[in-house]
Structures are given as structure tokens and as C-alpha cells.
T-cell receptor, first 116, second 118 residues
Framework: KAGVTQTPRYLIKTRGQQVTLSCSPI?????VSWYQQTPGQGLQFLFE???????NKGNFPGRFSGRQFSNSRSEMNVSTLELGDSALYLC???????????????FGQGTRLTVV | AQKITQTQPGMFVQEKEAVTLDCTYD???????LFWYKQPSSGEMIFLIY??????QNATEGRYSLNFQKARKSANLVISASQLGDSAMYFC???????????????FGKGTLLTVNP
């Protein structure tokens, strides 16, 4: 069974540009979450989607947005990039308890975004 | 206030010895889950072990065990017989409102960098 797949793995963007990151969850998983990891702030929750609906949102500005498609794949978008957006962005998928899953999240390898 | 506190930024251990990584947590929920993840330099977060707040036995998974002390709100990870491949960042995380809720948000600690020496 394939794991969580994130693309691209590495990305370099210029300040002011926008970027879209993609996440394909484990087959059958309908909950997808996004996290930002930086050396200073650690791992911070961005948002979580289930069945194409955003259920939870972290404390990030509106420049950060996401969506989920009917096949559970998710994208996150960051507009008007700032230097401080440089980070490792991790996607996680859950098989929810309602689907018979356990409590743990399964993570992808992340997308390392560098803003110059 | 920090919900997850890992007080050891770095730890060193000799190969084949046991090591304990500390984690304390703060929640007012009765139903919650505690997790440990390993993050090698490649970046992927690897799930190691899980403890539910209602579980009476400490969780074990191979060489990993979780020392759960509910009254003290601690969930320490014990790695037995350390291997060179165990060198990585280790994160403690919590998920609140576990039973019957729709909360799939994990709150992470700052992590502990474990180095296993040969």
C-alpha cells in the first residue's frame, strides 16, 4: 500500500510569488492535515480536511489556504510568499475511527519550500 | 502555556544501551491520545507508538515503550537496545477530544535530537 505522497519534494520561490503543494493520502484515508515545520516555531498545524470540507484551521494568515478533492487528494496554496514562509510542509492522513482506523496520523516526506 | 513539553533538546546514548526521552503534556480533556514520532534527516515523520488516555497498560512496540503516568501528565518514550539508525529527532504529540470527536489536529513538542554513538 502506497504511503502519503507529497509533491514536489523541493521548491524555490521568490518573495511575492504564490505556490501550490500537493498531497495524496494513503488510499482510503479521507482526513488530510497540513503542518508547517520551521526551526524557530517547530511543527504548527495549518488545517485539516475531511470529505472536501475544512474542519479545523490553525492560526495562520489568510495567505495560507487549502482544498481537498473528491478523491481525498489535497492541495495547499500560499499566496504572496514571504521569507518567513520558508519551511518544511508536511501532510498527514488519517483513517478515521468511523472508518475503522486507529488514532495515529501517517505523514508524507514533506515539501521543503525555500523563499528567496 | 505549552501543551507538550520536551525538556531535552539533545540526548546522547551509547549503542545497545537504553534511553528515555521525556514528554509532559497539558490538557483538560478526559479523552486524548499521546504519540511519539521519529523524524530522520530525510524529513518524513515516522509513527512509533501510541497511548490512549484510557489505556491502563503502557504501550509497547518492539524496542519502543511508552511510560505513561497520567497523574503526572507524562508520557516518556523508552528506546531499548539503541541502534545507530535510531539517531534522529523525536517528537511527542497529543490529539485531544479523541473519542467521538472530529479533532484530527496533532499538537507537537519541540522535539529531542537523539544521537546514538558507536
Amino acid at each position: 500500500k502506497a504511503g502519503v505522497t507529497q509533491t514536489p519534494r523541493y521548491l524555490i520561490k521568490t518573495r511575492g510569488q504564490q505556490v501550490t503543494l500537493s498531497c495524496s493520502p494513503i488510499s482510503g484515508h479521507r482526513s488530510v492535515s497540513w503542518y508547517q515545520q520551521t526551526p524557530g516555531q517547530g511543527l504548527q498545524f495549518l488545517f485539516e480536511y475531511f470529505s472536501e470540507t475544512q474542519r479545523n484551521k490553525g492560526n495562520f494568515p489568510g495567505r495560507f489556504s487549502g482544498r481537498q478533492f473528491s478523491n481525498s487528494r489535497s492541495e495547499m496554496n500560499v499566496s504572496t510568499l514571504e521569507l518567513g514562509d520558508s519551511a518544511l510542509y508536511l501532510c498527514a492522513s488519517f483513517l478515521t475511527e468511523g472508518q475503522g482506523g486507529g488514532a495515529e496520523a501517517f505523514f508524507g516526506q514533506g515539501t521543503r519550500l525555500t523563499v528567496v | 502555556a505549552q501543551k507538550i513539553t520536551q525538556t531535552q533538546p539533545g540526548m546522547f546514548v551509547q549503542e545497545k544501551e537504553a534511553v528515555t526521552l521525556d514528554c509532559t503534556y497539558d490538557t483538560s480533556d478526559q479523552s486524548y491520545g499521546l504519540f511519539w514520532y521519529k523524524q530522520p534527516s530525510s524529513g518524513e515523520m515516522i509513527f512509533l507508538i501510541y497511548q490512549g488516555s484510557y489505556d491502563e497498560q503502557n504501550a509497547t512496540e518492539g524496542r519502543y515503550s511508552l511510560n505513561f503516568q497520567k497523574a503526572r501528565k507524562s508520557a516518556n518514550l523508552v528506546i531499548s537496545a539503541s541502534q545507530l539508525g535510531d539517531s534522529a529527532m523525536y517528537f511527542c504529540a497529543m490529539r485531544e477530544g479523541l473519542i467521538g470527536g472530529s479533532n484530527y489536529k496533532l499538537t507537537f513538542g519541540k522535539g529531542t535530537l537523539l544521537t546514538v554513538n558507536p
